[in-house]
C-alpha cells in the first residue's frame, strides 16, 4: 500500500480533557486532519464531543479501555500521536504504537514546537510547584513582561500556541509552566530558558512504579534548563547534590550538613540575601507558612536571573494574594477560621498546610490515598488537631492509619464532604478549636472532576454555614 498524501495523514489525539481539546484545536487551525480518541463515555463527554464535530473535529467516544485495535483502521494513516497527561506514558497499547515507529508526543511538546522560541521558565517538584507558578508570573506582569501561565497549573500549553499563532507570537516575553512528571515524560524535547525543582517526595508511584523513575523524570527536565534552581530546605533534593546538574540553591535555612550556604537566603532577622547582598525584608510576603518563604527564595532567584531589581521584586511579592485551593483563607465565622487547602492531594502538602495554620485545629481528609509513608503526616495531625474527620473512598483505611499511629483525638467518618463539613464544625466546638483546616491528602477522583471542583465545593459549604449562622449578612 502506498503512503498517503501529507494532506491526508492522520493526527491522533489521545484525551477529550483540556489538554486533548486544546491540542486538537491547535492541529484543526494549522490545517491537520484531526481525530481524537476518548475511551471513556458519559453524558458530559457526550455533549462535548457533539461541540467539537460541530467545530469540524472528528472525535470517537470509545467507551471502554484503550487498546491496540482501537489505532487498527488508522494505522496505514497516522502522523503523529498526541497523548494527554491523563493517560499512562507506558500503556501497553502505545507501547506496541512505539515499536511499530510511529511518531508520539505529549501535549506539551506538541505546543513547544511552536514555543521554543520564546523564553521560558520550566517549574516542577512534589510540591509547590502551582504556588511558585502563580507567583513567579504575577512578579513578571507585575513588571510589565507578557508573560503566560499554563500546564499542569490548569491551562494547555498548546492554547498559548493557538492563541499567539495568529500574531505570529509577537510580544510574548516569557512562558510560565508549571510541568508535572506526567508532562515531562511524555515531552522529552522540552527545554526551558530556567528550571525550577520546588521539592521532592515520593508521589505519583502508582504510575511511575519506584521513586527512582519519579525522580529521574524530573531531574531530566532540570537537566535540559539553561539555568537550575534547586530548594536546599528539601532534605531529599539536598542529599542528591551531587547527583544533579550544576544551579543555583535557596532556602531558608544556611546550615545543613547536605549543603553549603545557598546563593538566596534569609538571615535571623528575616531578610533575604543575594550571596551577601541584602534584598529585602520576607515580612512582604503576605501569605502563610515557612514553605511560602522557600517559593518567595525560588521566585525572587529566578526573577534575579531574568533581570528584575530587587525593590521591584518587593513591590511585586507584596501585592501577591495566594491561589485558589492552597491554604485559601476563607473566613471567620463565630471565631472559628475555615481554610480551604485542596491542593494538597498528598500527605506532604497536607502535613504543611497543618504546620502553616495556628493549633488546635479540626482536619477533613480524605479521598484517594495514594503511595506514600503516612507516619509523618499522622504525627502532624497529632500535634496540630483535636479531631480529624474523614470522607470519600478511603476514609477507613485512613482512618486505621490514625489509629495504628495512636493518634489520641477524635476520629469521625463520613460518606461525603458535606457531612465531613458540618461534623467539622461541631467537633470544632466541642473541642474549642480554633480552625477547621480541608486539607485532603489524597486525589479527588472517587467524587470529583479534580482538586478544583472539590475546594469549590467545599467553599460553597462554609458559605452555606456562614447564611446559616447569620442570616442578615450576606458575603459571595
Not at 489505532?71 to 504504537?97: C, M, Q, R
Not at 510576603?285 to 536571573?305: C, D, F, K, S
Request: glycine share 6%; proline share 4%; aromatic share 8%.
Amino acid at each position: 500500500m502506498s503512503k498517503p498524501n501529507q494532506s491526508n495523514k492522520l493526527y491522533i489525539v489521545l484525551g477529550l480533557g483540556r489538554s486533548g481539546i486544546s491540542a486538537a484545536r491547535l492541529l484543526k487551525s494549522e490545517g491537520k486532519n484531526v481525530l481524537i480518541l476518548e475511551n471513556n463515555s458519559n453524558d458530559k463527554l457526550i455533549n462535548i464531543s457533539k461541540k467539537l464535530k460541530s467545530e469540524g473535529i472528528k472525535n470517537i467516544l470509545i467507551g471502554q479501555p484503550l487498546h491496540i485495535k482501537n489505532f487498527t483502521p488508522f494505522i496505514e494513516k497516522i502522523n503523529s500521536i498526541i497523548v494527554s497527561p491523563g493517560i499512562d506514558w507506558e500503556h501497553v497499547a502505545l507501547k506496541e504504537l512505539r515499536n511499530k515507529s510511529i511518531n508520539m508526543q505529549g501535549e506539551v511538546e506538541l505546543a513547544w514546537e511552536r514555543l521554543s522560541h520564546i523564553p521560558s521558565i520550566g517549574i516542577t517538584g512534589t510540591n509547590g510547584k502551582t504556588t511558585v507558578t502563580n507567583m513567579l508570573n504575577h512578579v513578571l506582569k507585575f513588571n510589565n513582561l507578557n508573560s503566560e501561565m499554563a500546564g499542569n497549573v490548569g491551562r494547555p500549553i498548546s492554547n498559548i500556541a493557538f492563541e499567539y499563532k495568529k500574531n505570529n507570537y509577537e510580544n510574548l516575553n516569557w512562558l510560565v509552566l508549571e510541568l508535572s512528571s506526567y508532562q515531562i515524560e511524555s515531552s522529552p524535547n522540552v527545554k526551558p530558558t530556567i528550571g525550577i525543582w520546588t521539592t521532592f517526595t515520593p508521589d505519583h508511584l502508582e504510575r511511575h512504579k519506584d521513586i527512582e523513575s519519579y525522580f529521574s523524570i524530573k531531574r531530566s527536565l532540570i537537566e535540559k534548563s539553561s539555568i537550575r534552581i534547586y530548594n536546599s530546605d528539601d532534605i531529599n533534593l539536598s542529599r542528591e547534590r551531587k547527583k544533579l546538574p550544576k544551579g543555583i540553591w535557596v532556602g531558608t535555612k544556611v546550615q545543613s550538613s547536605y549543603y553549603h550556604y545557598p546563593k538566596f537566603w534569609i538571615d535571623q532577622k528575616g531578610y533575604i540575601f543575594e550571596d551577601q547582598k541584602r534584598l529585602f525584608h520576607s515580612s512582604i510576603l503576605t501569605i502563610p507558612g515557612n514553605h511560602n518563604l522557600q517559593n518567595l527564595l525560588l521566585v525572587t532567584a529566578a526573577a534575579r536571573e531574568i533581570g528584575i531589581d530587587q525593590s521591584s521584586i518587593a513591590l511585586s511579592m507584596n501585592s501577591f494574594k495566594g491561589i485558589p485551593h492552597r491554604l485559601e483563607v476563607l473566613d471567620k465565622i463565630d471565631n472559628l477560621g475555615f481554610y480551604n487547602d485542596s491542593k494538597a492531594t498528598n500527605f506532604d502538602s497536607s502535613i504543611t498546610g497543618l504546620r502553616s495554620i495556628k493549633s488546635p485545629a479540626i482536619l477533613i481528609a480524605g479521598g484517594i490515598q495514594k503511595k506514600g509513608d503516612y507516619i509523618p503526616w499522622t504525627k502532624q495531625i497529632q500535634q496540630s488537631t483535636k479531631g480529624v474527620v474523614l470522607f470519600g473512598l478511603n476514609a477507613k483505611s485512613l482512618r486505621e492509619a490514625l489509629l495504628i499511629s495512636s493518634y489520641q483525638g477524635v476520629i469521625i467518618v463520613t460518606q461525603d464532604l458535606e457531612e465531613a463539613t458540618k461534623a467539622s464544625i461541631e467537633l470544632a466546638k466541642k473541642t474549642n478549636s480554633i480552625n477547621i483546616l480541608f486539607s485532603p491528602a489524597c486525589a479527588s477522583f472517587d467524587q470529583y472532576q479534580n482538586y478544583e471542583e472539590r475546594g469549590d465545593h467545599f467553599k460553597r459549604l462554609v458559605n452555606k454555614h456562614r447564611a446559616k449562622s447569620n442570616p442578615f449578612i450576606k458575603k459571595d
